[in-house]
Structures are given as structure tokens and as C-alpha cells.
């Protein structure tokens, strides 16, 4: 009884056996042919389903559901599933997985990053072609993406000394401006400066020559035409003086004496004139004959 019992689960369990194992192969043929009809959900959901749900350790059910999320847009999701198979033992999933890894991240213009990653393609399977090619590809757009670099620092440098030039000659212009400025404020200042010299001279001179032609006083006039007549006389007095002294001695009269006669005979002179000023004169009689 026992024995045949047995026999029943066993036979149910190889029948079970034998239902995985066709589902499996169902599950990856209907994958397979989404994903080459481009219904890359479809393929995912089945890829999912095996390695979730029926627990499939096939690594190249996961390489497969990789490529199905990066065909989907979903590199995050892929990138994480091929990082999963870069321990694996099958070599040639391993270069695989390496080569899609750098394909990500030369898209992304991380080409020293892919440079490395497609070489860890290479070194785990070096019959990989076309790891080989993007490879070659990746070095050339480095070298491309290093040269831009490179003359976009020496065009940066270029326009920082243009920009440092610039600015130099603008100070250079304003120092100069402004020194410009500073000795034309200094001539208008001495040019200032000698107008009113000039103009202080020419006052000056305006006032000399003004006091030189200008007309004196006549009271002042007549003091100093009263004091060089009293000169005079005085010079005059002085000279006549001398010899008159001379003959006062020989007529025996003093000085003091003579004075005072001189003196008299002046006054009566002086009454005479006045006298003969004031005596009206008669007109003259034409009948008469001028003897």
C-alpha cells in the first residue's frame, strides 16, 4: 500500500515537474517572440514571471529581461539587472552584460567610464566582436570629447584674457580721461590765473596813466604855481641880494634900513597903479584933432 502510494506522488510530482518545465519553455518562447515584435511589456511581464514567480535560474532569462527594459526606456531598472550578471560564470553573458553596461554609459557621454567597461567585455571574452567595435568607437569619441574640452578651455582662456585686456584698456583710458581732465582743469587755472595778472597790470597801468593825465586841482595848481613863483622871487631876491649888500656897505646903510625903504617904495608904487585902475578914462573927443 505504501509502495504504491508512492509511486502516486511521485508520479504526480514528475508530472508537475514536466508542467514547470513547459510553462518555462512557454513563458520564454512567448517572451522571445514579444520582444522581437517589439511588445517589450509583454516581454518583461514573461521574463518576470520566470525568474519571480517560478523561480528560473537562467542567466540568460535575466540578460534577456535587461534588454527587454532598456528597449522599454527603463535604463535604471536595466542597468541594475546587468550589473547582476557581471559575477556569473557563463563568460559570454558576462562580456554581455559588460559590453550593454558601457553602451549605457557612453550614451550618457561617460566615454572614459564605457572605455572601461567595454575592456572588462573584452578581457571576459575577447571573441566578442562587437564589444570590440564600440570599444574602438568609445576611444575615438574620447579623444573627440578631449579636444573639445581642451579648446573650449583655451577659447575660456582666450576670452577671459580678451575680457582682463578689455578691462585693462578701459582703466588706461579712464586714468588718461581723467589726467586729461586734470591738466586741462590746470590751464584753465594759469591760463585764469595770467588774465588776472594781465588784468591786475592793466588796472595798474589804466590807474598810472589816468593819474598822470588827469588834471590837478586847481586850488592845488595855483598853491604849486604860488610856491614856485615865491621860489623865484626868493631865488631872485637871493641874487640881487649879493650885490646890494655890496653897495649898502659903501653908502653906509643897513640892510634892515634898506628893507624898509624898498618896502615903501613898493607900497607907493603899488598905490599908484591901483589909483590910475580906478581914475575913469574920458572918451575922446573925434571932433577935435589928435594934437
Same mark, same amino acid.
Given at each position: ?14 508530472? *508537475? ?6 510553462? !518555462?519553455?512557454?513563458?520564454?518562447? =512567448? ?6 515584435? *517589439? ?14 514567480? $517560478?523561480?528560473? =535560474?537562467?542567466? +540568460? ?26 559575477? !556569473?560564470?557563463?563568460?559570454? !553573458? ?42 574602438? $568607437?568609445?576611444?575615438?569619441? $574620447? ?43 590746470? *590751464?584753465?587755472? #594759469? ?7 594781465? *588784468? ?5 597801468? +589804466? ?18 604855481? #604860488? ?10 631876491? =637871493? ?12 653908502? +653906509? ?39
Amino acid at each position: 500500500m505504501k509502495l504504491i502510494i508512492g509511486i502516486v506522488v511521485l508520479a504526480f510530482t514528475a508530472f *508537475g515537474v514536466i508542467d514547470n518545465i513547459a510553462t !518555462v519553455n512557454r513563458l520564454k518562447k =512567448e517572451a522571445a517572440q514579444a520582444y522581437q515584435n *517589439g511588445d517589450y511589456a509583454t516581454a518583461i511581464a514573461h521574463y518576470q514571471t520566470l525568474l519571480d514567480s $517560478l523561480q528560473v =535560474e537562467d542567466p +540568460n532569462v535575466r540578460l534577456n529581461l535587461a534588454h527587454s527594459l532598456i528597449q522599454a526606456g527603463d535604463t535604471i531598472s536595466a542597468q541594475r539587472n546587468y550589473s547582476r550578471l557581471i559575477k !556569473v560564470e557563463d563568460r559570454n !553573458v558576462k562580456s554581455v552584460a559588460y559590453q550593454q553596461m558601457g553602451v549605457i554609459a557612453s550614451g550618457q557621454k561617460q566615454y572614459e567610464e564605457a572605455l572601461n567597461i567595454f575592456k572588462e567585455s573584452l578581457k571576459a571574452n575577447p571573441a566578442n566582436e562587437e564589444a570590440r567595435y564600440n570599444y574602438e $568607437l568609445v576611444k575615438e569619441l $574620447l579623444k573627440k570629447q578631449e579636444e573639445e574640452q581642451q579648446q573650449n578651455q583655451d577659447q575660456q582662456q582666450d576670452q577671459k584674457e580678451q575680457q582682463d585686456q578689455e578691462k585693462q584698456d578701459q582703466q588706461q583710458q579712464k586714468d588718461q580721461q581723467q589726467q586729461d581732465q586734470q591738466q586741462q582743469q590746470q *590751464g584753465e587755472k #594759469g591760463e585764469q590765473t595770467d588774465e588776472n595778472e594781465e *588784468g591786475q597790470k592793466q588796472d595798474q597801468q +589804466n590807474q598810472e596813466g589816468e593819474s598822470e593825465g588827469k588834471p590837478q586841482d586847481p586850488n592845488e595848481q595855483n598853491a604849486q604855481e #604860488g610856491e614856485q613863483q615865491q621860489e623865484g622871487e626868493k631865488s631872485e631876491d =637871493e641874487q640881487s641880494v649879493s650885490p646890494m649888500s655890496d653897495r649898502l656897505k659903501e653908502m +653906509n646903510i643897513s640892510e634892515e634900513k634898506a628893507r624898509m625903504i624898498l618896502e615903501a617904495m613898493r607900497n607907493n608904487e603899488m598905490q599908484y597903479i591901483q589909483q590910475n585902475r580906478r581914475r575913469p578914462e574920458k572918451p575922446r573927443d573925434r571932433t577935435k584933432p589928435d594934437w
